[in-house]
């Protein structure tokens, strides 16, 4: 269970360099990622849409509980239109523009 604490995209040429930080709810969680979304809200129209995911540690694993950092980050072809990016995670969401 991942949650976002901050998110920045920035326009570098044709592509779009999107950067989140985040914490889990536990030790042991991996290969934090940001996986492409498809919506189907109207008002993604012009929105990149992201989902961060972690791999969690084996049920049969010890793990320290309390919040511990993650991160991830993805460069994409830049869309035309595209003016903001959206990301998602099982607690929050948080939507920012991207910074040409």
Do not use: C, F, Y
């Not at 072809?77 to 929050?92: L, T, Y």
């Amino acid at each position: 269970m991942a949650r976002i604490d901050s998110l920045v995209a920035t326009a570098k040429g044709n592509r779009v360099v999107i950067q989140a930080r985040g914490a889990v709810a536990t030790g042991g969680w991996k290969r934090a990622s940001l996986r492409p979304l498809k919506s189907t809200q109207p008002a993604d129209a012009h929105t990149i849409v992201l989902e961060l995911v972690a791999q969690p540690p084996p049920p049969d694993q010890a793990v320290i509980p309390g919040l511990l950092p993650v991160s991830a980050s993805v460069t994409l072809r830049a869309r035309k239109g595209m003016v903001s990016v959206r990301v998602v995670s099982a607690v929050n969401e948080i939507t920012t523009q991207i910074l040409k």
